[in-house]
């Protein structure tokens, strides 16, 4: 059976085990955790949202290569019109 994870704010902070100092949210990050604590009915954010609004900017953005296609609009075209061979016969 697998082990349950250990609730966030049970657990040791790992930069501070590795020796290195916190690092603060961005006011952005800021923001984004507060409206997180808003819509969940809180005044303000908790341990939860502001680890979420920390890792969400690291999340790797895709390149490029999946563009959407932006362009000109078509035309409807019509259903192709099938073939009948009245003048050949």
């Known amino acids: 059976m697998a082990r349950t ?10 930069r501070k085990r ?4 916190s690092q ?4 952005a990050q800021k923001s984004a955790a507060k409206a997180r604590a808003r819509r ?10 502001n680890m979420r609004a920390a890792s969400a900017s690291k999340t790797p953005k ?10 000109r609009k078509r035309a409807a075209s019509k ?11």
């Open 79 to 89: 259903p192709a019109s099938k073939k009948t061979a009245r003048g050949s016969a």
């Open 18 to 21: 590795a020796g290195k100092a």
């Open 40 to 49: 969940a009915g809180r005044r303000y954010p908790n341990l939860v949202d």
């Open 62 to 71: 895709k390149k490029s290569a999946e563009k959407k296609r932006v362009g």
């Open 5 to 14: 994870p250990r609730a966030p704010w049970k657990r040791d902070n790992p």
């Open 24 to 27: 603060h949210l961005s006011p």
